[in-house]
């Protein structure tokens, strides 16, 4: 009978992303019989299990044969499936040795469910392919976010306008001996004013620039 088990979980690495929920882990331990350390095979299976010892949803155990476990210690790759929200569970890994299953389980490393706990529907950036349990956010497309009480309010423009009525004068129409008189929308021409100034009218002029700072482009993706 396996008097001893001492189990250690490693993080392998699985996604694009380190903060991405991974889909394995290498589970690593070692294991004892009588206190000696083991130097043999041993059929394996692992069950992922909440607090209780209840089967998480979503999850199947997983059977591994013929691990091979030298001077106690063993390893194995497990699945872990990114689109079960762990983040609802506090998840645990039984683990069974020909059979015999060891006590206690086994708690799940606190900082890789840290990162499988992100909420359905977050944004983040990314400079590269959104990785599984996400897609592109293609509302974002050459647009900044910007804050707001509720989702999905949009404005602003990529322009704005400036327009420039000419006046040499300063004085405006008001004056009959206005060197210039502004008239919105007027063709230019002249005439002689009663006191033998020249008057001129002239057109509005409206200019257009940007509104954009410098940017650098990424891709935004979405929780699923």
Request: charged share 5%; glycine share 12%; aromatic share 8%.
């Amino acid at each position: 009978m396996i008097k001893t088990a001492v189990i250690t979980i490693i993080v392998g690495v699985a996604s694009s992303l380190a903060w991405a929920t991974p889909s394995q882990i290498t589970f690593q331990g070692t294991l004892k019989q009588d206190g000696v350390p083991v130097n043999t095979t041993k059929n394996m299976q692992f069950n992922f299990v909440d607090g209780s010892g209840a089967t998480i949803p979503g999850t199947s155990p997983v059977s591994v044969a013929n691990v091979q476990v030298t001077n106690g210690l063993f390893a194995v790759q497990l699945p872990l499936d990114p689109s079960i929200p762990w983040e609802q569970y506090t998840p645990f890994i039984q683990v069974l040795v020909e059979g015999q299953t060891l006590s206690p389980n086994q708690p799940l490393n606190a900082n890789l469910f840290a990162v499988a706990a992100i909420p359905q529907g977050m944004i983040m950036m990314s400079t590269s392919t959104c990785p599984a349990g996400w897609t592109r956010f293609s509302a974002l497309d050459n647009a900044f976010p910007m804050g707001g009480a509720s989702y999905g309010a949009t404005g602003g423009s990529a322009t704005h306008s400036h327009t420039l009525v000419e006046d040499p004068s300063g004085q405006g129409a008001g004056s009959p001996n206005a060197v210039g008189v502004n008239t919105p929308g007027g063709q230019l021409g002249s005439y002689q004013g009663g006191s033998g100034f020249t008057v001129y009218t002239t057109k509005d002029v409206t200019t257009s620039a940007s509104n954009l700072p410098p940017y650098l482009t990424m891709i935004y993706c979405q929780k699923l």
